[in-house]
């Protein structure tokens, strides 16, 4: 089993910075990669960025490609997501999540943290 631990959401408003932190722990060896997800409300839960652990490539949705940084820290099994010039739009629920195999599918997600609320406002 893997356990995430998500922290650094808040409440920022339009134009400005946010940086979110996933710890993971247990058995991180299975780990291909991990990455974040977010889900506004009435939406469904979509995809903002990933890692692969080992290779270190990163995928972005093209809504914050530009904006968004996904990086990780393989010593301390945590990634982080940066996020700059955030918008209202990206106010939602962000999920870290962490997979043996994809990282930008949902159904191929093993592990989801508990979320952590970013609301931007105007």
């Known amino acids: 089993q893997v356990q995430l631990v998500e922290s650094g959401g808040g409440t920022v408003q339009a134009g400005d910075s946010l940086r979110l932190s996933c710890a993971a722990s247990?058995?991180?060896?299975?780990?291909?990669?991990m990455g974040w997800f977010r889900q506004a409300p009435g939406k469904e839960r979509e995809f903002v960025s990933s890692?692969?652990?080992?290779?270190?490539?990163?995928y972005y949705a093209d809504s914050v490609k530009g904006r968004f940084t996904i990086s990780r820290d393989n010593a301390l099994n945590t990634v982080y997501l940066q996020m700059n010039s955030v918008k209202p739009e990206d106010t939602a629920v962000y999920y870290c999540?962490?997979?043996?195999?994809?990282?930008?599918?949902?159904?191929?997600?093993?592990?989801w943290g508990q979320g952590t609320q970013v609301t931007v406002s105007s």
């Open positions: 999540a962490a997979s043996k195999t994809s990282t930008r599918v949902i159904g191929a997600i093993d592990y």
């Open positions: 247990g058995r991180t060896s299975s780990i291909y990669g």
């Open positions: 890692i692969n652990w080992r290779g270190a490539m990163t």
